[in-house]
Each structure stands twice: as C-alpha cells, then as structure tokens.
C-alpha cells in the first residue's frame, strides 16, 4: 500500500476512492491470515465510512489530513466496529460503549480503522505469546514471535496491509515489536497523546503511539493524535509539530552500557553502522556512561507491577466483561471471575504488584524503585545537558523463537531492559529499522530524546532513512 | 533472597482477589521468587535523601470546574454491559 500522503492525495483528487483503499486493506489482511496479527476486522464499518468519505469528498468537502488512510488499532483501543479484547477472555465479548480518543481524532481526520490487532493479553509480554487467543507470527520469519506487546500492530504495518497502526508503549511494546519486525515504532513523551479509553497497565509510563514504515508518516500520524484531553488530565498541551528540516551538527550520546559483548553481535553491529551515518551526515557521537541504566529494568518491574495490580482491580465480574458461573458468594465470584479472566503473566504481575505493596515489603521494594527512578531521571538530565540525542540498540537481539523464553519470565523480561529506561523518565524514543542479520532478521536502533523533543528525534531520524 | 511457598502464593492470591489451582500456584511460586530474586539488586543502589517519583507529567492538580459533565454513553448501554442487570441496576450475589 503506497504512503499515507499518496493514499490522501488519491482520495482528494478523486484519483482513488476510500473504498478502494479499505478494500484493499481488507483484502491483505485476509491473504495474511496466518500470521495471526489481526483479532478481528471492523469491515462493515469501514466500508460505510469509505462510503460516506468518498461522496463527500465528490460534494467538494476537505475530509481531513488523513482522508480515506486505513488503519489497524492494537485491540485495547476501545473502538466500534468490533469488540475490544485486549486478547483477553475476560473481554472477549465487550463491545465498546465509546471510543478512545486517540482514534476518535484519526476518524475526525478521515482515517478509517479496519480491523483490531493482537497483543499480549492486557499488554503483558514483549512477544504476543501471552495473548489469550493464540500468538502472532514475525513478518519476516514465522518461526519468530512477532514481539510485543504491540505484536499485531507491528506485522499488519510490516506485512502492508494498512499504512500506519497504533500500538501502545509502556516500557518498549511499540519499539520492540518495531525492531523484530523492520517498521518504525514511535513512543511519545509521556503526555502527548490521551490515554481515554484506552485498557491501562502502568499509568505513570502507559503511552500511544504508532508503527510506520517511515517517519514522515509516523509524523502525520503523531500530528493528528497529540494534544491535551479533558478526559485525560495526564496529557499535555500540544507540542508536537513536525520540523521541516533537521537541525544539523547534534551531539549524540551512544548509550555503552547496552554495547557490552553480551548483546547480540549483529545488533551492535548494525548500531555501529547506524552511528557511522549519523557521524557522515555531521552529526557528532561520543561514547557515554550509564550506570544506572541496568537497574531500570528491575525498577520496572516492582512499578510496573504495582500499577498493573491496581489498574486491574476492576475487572471484577461486575459491571462489565466476564463473569464466572456456579459460584455462591461475591468472594468466590471474584475469585473465579479473574482467574477464568487472566492469563498466567496477568496474575503473575497482580501478584507481584500485591507483594511490593503489602506492608512490611513496601519500602524495601516499591519505595525503592521510586527513588532509584529518580537517580535514573537524573542520570538522563545530566546528559541530556550535554547531548541532544541518545542512541543505543532496541533490543539486546533479533527476534527470538516463538516458545523459546516462554518458560523463563525473568529471560523474557531482559528483552525489556533497553526500552524499559525512557520509559520510567517519561521520555520520547523512537525505533528505527537498521538492516537485518544474516538470517534477513530486521534489526532496530532506538534514539532517545529529552521531554517534548520528539520532533526533533523524528526529524534525525528521517534525514536518515536515504543514507 | 525471600523464598516464596505455595503458601505464599495463595496469600498473594487472596490479596489480588484471584482463585488459583494449587498447580498453577507451585508454578507461580518459582517465577515470583526468580523475579523478586532478580529486583532485588536495587539494594545495591544508595537512596539515602533521594525522593521517590511517582509520576513524570510536571503538571500540578489539573483543575476543573465542579459542573456535571453530560456523558456520551447513556446509562441504558453501561447497564447492557453488565453480565446481569435488573430493574436498572447491575445484580450481583448475595454478599454475605
């Protein structure tokens, strides 16, 4: 499928209508079938809104900057059309009585969603084994997991089936999927774009952003979804707004701390070869020191937890969603409720959460990590004080076998711990494709930026991709 | 390194509201006490004086004016959600 501003461009003119895009979309996303990337197709919707798109677009009205541009949402996007999962039995058959204000942005744009993608069940896990519904497959070889937990989004962008998906980030879901997969990932600034109805996990690190297969449509994308939300009061007011050009002669940071021999050859290699370009284009790279980098990825998971454990109280069996049968009081409806609900990694991360908040644990674990977050805050002003950009690797491998870390949690969790360190301080990072291995494995490299910079990330990011 | 029982497992899954098989519990019990063995090295770390951070908007107490704010969804369709709902309420069993 071409580009979002060809497909904008046909619509207008009249050159293509929405129709023929969402065909074409839905389309693909039969032929692709097996890669397991979509939960369910949103077609009838779709169909009626290229429609309505199409003659207005003939009346001679502007249908908006995305006019007529398929897109997929990750399935904890509260959307019509389909219910919203988040790959989970205990939302198997919610149908959404709202939608999220991310995609009611994009539907005011002209875009149109066509279909809901899989995900590690409630956005738990970094490879989409965790769905309730079965894993999908990497686009490139489907032995490979997809990553996650954004997995879905990442493929139907790879796989071409639409020009742009959303996915969400709260500690590398969007990057590292975009890096197993060879597609741009963008995590914004914590902030920029609502959370309003979007399935929380982490409140102080959940964020939205988009897959691409290139940053000036990723910048569109972040254009129409940015800005502050009344029923977000986390959100900030916009800042966002592509540069026209990159600011030249940056000083970037290579993160050392993730270049150690244990990290994947080929990764640092193509990291190398990512920096020797920023270094062509006349930008300067030194080698910097990030101690504290290492312990985010234990920080993560006592936050994390903490947050997941609180956020999924309310999936109770009450109000909404699944309810177990045969139970007799509201203790064993609970009980039974959640355990029927939740996949092994949702309870196990309850639970955890449950211990780091108990008393007699809370100070030693959850306050801890608090504090430590702040040491890692700091670390990154410090630098940001002397670079404008950090660079290092997405991921410490390519993507790795689908059921190879599926016994192991904390082998699993590691494949967090290069996204995991913005995450914690709020900050923009963007993953970006940097060749493969020789297995023809994609390959990405991260850079990160001070808050609010995203533009700027993007920007380099997009002088890049003819080098 | 805290040990993590069986015992433990279904405390922490009482607390969480969850109802586990034993069998999932014994399995729970290895992957909690690998990952809070992994966790534990932010001991190494001196938080002497340090603040903690809770949150990383550097916004301040959003304020709003106190007015009700009309609703898009309608209560009939919150009511649909439930999975059993009577005479404009939401049904549970009987709680004690």
Not at chain 1, 238 to 245: E, H, I, N, R, W
Not at chain 1, 343 to 360: A, C, H, P, Y
Not at chain 1, 367 to 388: C, G, M, V
Request: with cysteine.
């Amino acid at each position: 499928m071409s580009h979002i501003s060809a497909i904008v461009t046909d619509v207008k003119s009249g050159a293509r209508t929405a129709r023929s895009y969402v065909e074409e979309a839905l389309k693909k996303a039969e032929e692709t079938e097996a890669y397991h990337a979509l939960l369910s197709l949103t077609s009838e919707r779709a169909l009626k809104r290229a429609d309505e798109i199409d003659v207005r677009v003939a009346a001679g009205e502007d249908m908006g900057v995305l006019a007529g541009v398929p897109f997929v949402a990750k399935d904890n996007f509260l959307a019509f059309g389909a219910p919203t999962t988040a790959a989970s039995k205990m939302l198997e058959n919610f149908d959404a009585p709202l939608q999220a204000t991310a995609i009611e942005k994009l539907e005011a744009a002209g875009a149109i969603c066509v279909g809901k993608a899989n995900l590690d069940a409630f956005a738990h896990g970094g490879s989409t084994e965790n769905s309730a519904f079965g894993p999908t497959k990497n686009a490139i070889d489907q032995t490979k997991v997809a990553g996650g937990s954004s997995g879905g989004s990442a493929v139907v962008t790879a796989l071409d089936v639409v020009p742009f998906a959303l996915g969400t980030d709260t500690g590398g879901s969007i990057r590292q999927p975009a890096s197993f997969n060879g597609v741009v990932g963008i995590k914004p600034t914590y902030g920029t774009v609502s959370r309003y109805g979007v399935v929380a996990m982490a409140s102080s690190t959940d964020t939205i952003g988009c897959f691409t297969k290139d940053m000036a449509d990723a910048e569109l994308v972040m254009d129409v979804m940015s800005g502050r939300d009344r029923n977000d009061m986390t959100t900030l007011p916009d800042f966002f707004a592509p540069m026209t050009s990159v600011k030249p002669a940056q000083k970037i940071g290579l993160i050392k701390d993730f270049m150690s021999d244990d990290v994947d050859a080929d990764v640092r290699a193509r990291t190398n070869e990512y920096v020797e370009k920023l270094r062509a284009a006349g930008h300067t790279v030194e080698e910097i020191d990030m101690p504290i980098a290492k312990y985010a990825l234990a920080m993560y998971y006592i936050i994390v937890p903490a947050e997941v454990s609180s956020n999924l109280a309310r999936y109770d069996g009450i109000r909404y969603g699944h309810r177990a049968e045969g139970v007799r009081t509201l203790a064993e409806l609970y009980g039974k409720t959640r355990d029927e609900g939740f996949v092994t990694e949702n309870k196990r991360r309850i639970m955890i959460g449950s211990f780091v908040l108990s008393s007699g644990f809370f100070d030693a674990y959850y306050q801890q990590a608090q504090k430590a977050r702040t040491l890692l805050i700091n670390a990154y002003d410090e630098l940001f004080a002397k670079y404008d950009v950090l660079v290092g690797p997405v991921a410490p491998t390519p993507a790795f076998g689908i059921g190879e870390n599926a016994e192991d949690p904390v082998k699993m969790y590691l494949a967090d711990i290069m996204t995991v360190p913005p995450s914690l301080a709020g900050l923009p990072a963007v993953s970006v494709p940097a060749g493969t291995n020789n297995a023809g494995l994609p390959i990405g490299v991260q850079l990160i930026g001070p808050r609010k910079s995203d533009a700027n990330l993007m920007a380099l990011a997009r002088s890049m991709e003819e080098k | 390194m805290t040990q993590i029982s069986s015992d433990d497992v279904q405390r922490l899954a009482q607390l969480s509201s969850l109802q586990l098989a034993d069998s999932e519990a014994d399995s729970l019990a290895a992957d909690i006490e690998n990952i809070l063995g992994y966790v534990q090295q932010l001991a190494e770390l001196d938080t002497t004086g340090v603040e903690p951070t809770y949150q990383v908007t550097d916004l301040e107490n959003v304020w709003r004016d106190d007015k009700v704010i009309e609703s898009a969804v309608a209560r009939e369709q919150l009511l649909a959600l439930s999975p059993e709902s009577h005479d404009n309420q939401v049904k549970v069993p009987k709680v004690l």
